[in-house]
């Protein structure tokens, strides 16, 4: 075989490792055992919201610069697939009838890059590399484990200068696009529990309550996040 095709080879298998990793994070026992759940119509969600602090540790992606950030699990009746779509979700300040959908990992990321090239401050951007790591997530932390190949994503800090800003070049948003769509939550058919960050394009008031809303087979669910 040869260099060449070996290497086609060899990237083929690092993409087909990369799509066959699970995405999300894992779903805990229960929806019960998130700060807050409801049933409908036999399915179960559980919610988490992120504090500022929090998606600064869960995400090398500057997340507080766009977004308000949930993790949210989804758990479909028994023998009954789900179809799991975040077009079905919405965030609303309460007593307010403005809701905002959720933006993708593609939309997201090309926000933070755009916003990136604009600022005149010290920034923080990811940067990728190829490690040896599993598709296995630990149950606990929700991190990588075992062996296989995965892509790394890692932090660059920069300030001032003549060239590209950190976080604004296309490198960087491929990265936090890959770091926001492995992170998220997956969208189609289950037929079991699933879970992920949802990323809602819209500012944090301080001292204004946020509700989620959850449209289950045309009935609204309404669940007030607490701050």
Not at 138 to 158: I, K, L, N, S
Not at 164 to 174: E, F, L, Q
Not at 202 to 210: C, H, N, P, W
Not at 211 to 220: R, S, T
Request: one cysteine or more; charged letters at 20%; aromatic letters at 4%.
């Amino acid at each position: 075989m040869s260099r060449t095709i070996l290497c086609a080879a060899l990237v083929a298998g690092i993409a087909w490792l990369a799509a066959a990793a699970p995405r999300g994070t894992v779903p805990r026992s229960s929806a019960e055992r998130y700060a807050v759940h409801s049933a409908r119509d036999g399915v179960s969600i559980g919610v988490v919201l992120l504090s500022a602090d929090q998606a600064r540790r869960l995400f090398v992606s500057d997340l507080n610069r766009c977004c308000v950030v949930a993790e949210i699990a989804l758990y479909p009746t028994k023998d009954k697939p789900l179809s799991v779509s975040l077009n079905d979700l919405a965030v609303r300040v309460r007593g307010s009838d403005n809701a905002v959908k959720p933006a993708s990992a593609k939309v997201v990321a090309a926000t933070l890059q755009k916003r990136a090239a604009s600022d005149h401050d010290v920034s923080v951007s990811p940067s990728v590399g190829v490690g040896y790591e599993s598709g296995v997530y630990d149950p606990v932390t929700g991190a990588p484990r075992g062996r296989g190949v995965y892509e790394q994503v890692g932090v660059g800090v920069g300030i001032g200068g003549n060239g590209p800003k950190p976080g604004s070049t296309d490198k960087d948003r491929a990265a936090m696009e890959t770091e926001l769509s492995e992170k998220g939550l997956p969208e189609g058919d289950t037929a079991a529990p699933v879970a992920g960050y949802v990323f809602f394009p819209m500012a944090r008031k301080k001292g204004s309550a946020l509700q989620l809303v959850y449209v289950i087979n045309g009935e609204k669910v309404v669940l007030t996040l607490p701050q």
